[in-house]
T-cell receptor
């Protein structure tokens, strides 16, 4: 069964450093997402990406964040200068969305980011 | 704007007892609704989704949910809880192309 894969599973970084989280969405999906889950809290939407551009972003997704689809398979989330409060589990998802029917998003296993 | 509200951040049931996790939605149009489950230290897995084809939706692991327009609810149930059902459960709604999650309900199973 197709799945969304994320690397690395864990990342520890020093405050102020840049990190790149990587994802390989399901190949025939056109919509890609990043979500964040701070430990013990809800799953928060960060950004959606379609047709090689951001289609929507939340207020969490400020100038420190960026996303990119550098080739035909990878989808990345970059945090330019990490803060302690960026420590969280980051989930990538992809979706075969048309608007005409209810399709689910498929989620990766997540990358646990720890900023020290 | 569409949103979902989950009642109860923690629910405890005995093994073998009925599981009922509550979710209410706010929407002016028929919503696209989901239930996802998150097992400890894992990602989000789809349990079931509402497609408007039927108000009673059956999902994986014996779970089902009933869409009730009159009550704006989409509660998740399972007749008999198993220890392996201990997890976090998220009700979610599709808002355009993105999916927005409720705050989650942690289900505890008592032996």
């Amino acid at each position: 069964e197709p799945e969304v894969t994320q690397t690395p599973s864990h990342q520890v970084t020093q405050m102020g450093q840049e990190v790149i989280l990587r994802c390989v969405p399901i190949s025939n999906h056109l919509y890609f997402y990043w979500y964040r889950q701070i430990l013990g809290q809800k799953v928060e939407f960060l950004v959606s990406f379609y047709n090689n551009e951001i289609s929507e972003k939340s207020e969490i997704f400020d100038d420190q964040f960026s996303v990119e689809r550098p080739d035909g398979s990878n989808f990345t989330l970059k945090i330019r200068s990490t803060k302690l409060e960026d420590s969280a589990m980051y989930f990538c998802a992809s979706r075969d969305w048309t608007g005409a029917k209810n399709t689910e998003a498929f989620f990766g296993q997540g990358t646990r980011l720890t900023v020290v | 704007a569409q949103s979902v509200t989950q009642l109860g951040s923690h629910v405890s049931v005995s093994e073998g007892a009925l599981v009922l996790l509550r979710c209410n939605y706010s929407s002016s149009v028929p919503p696209y609704l989901f239930w996802y489950v998150q097992y400890p230290n894992q990602g989000l897995q789809l349990l079931l989704k509402y497609t408007s084809a039927a108000t009673l939706v059956k999902g994986i692991n014996g779970f089902e949910a009933e869409f009730k327009k009159s009550e704006t609810s989409f509660h998740l149930t399972k007749p008999s809880a198993h220890m392996s059902d201990a997890a976090e459960y998220f009700c979610a709604v599709s808002l355009g192309d993105k999916i927005i999650f409720g705050k989650g309900t942690r289900l505890h199973i008592l032996p």
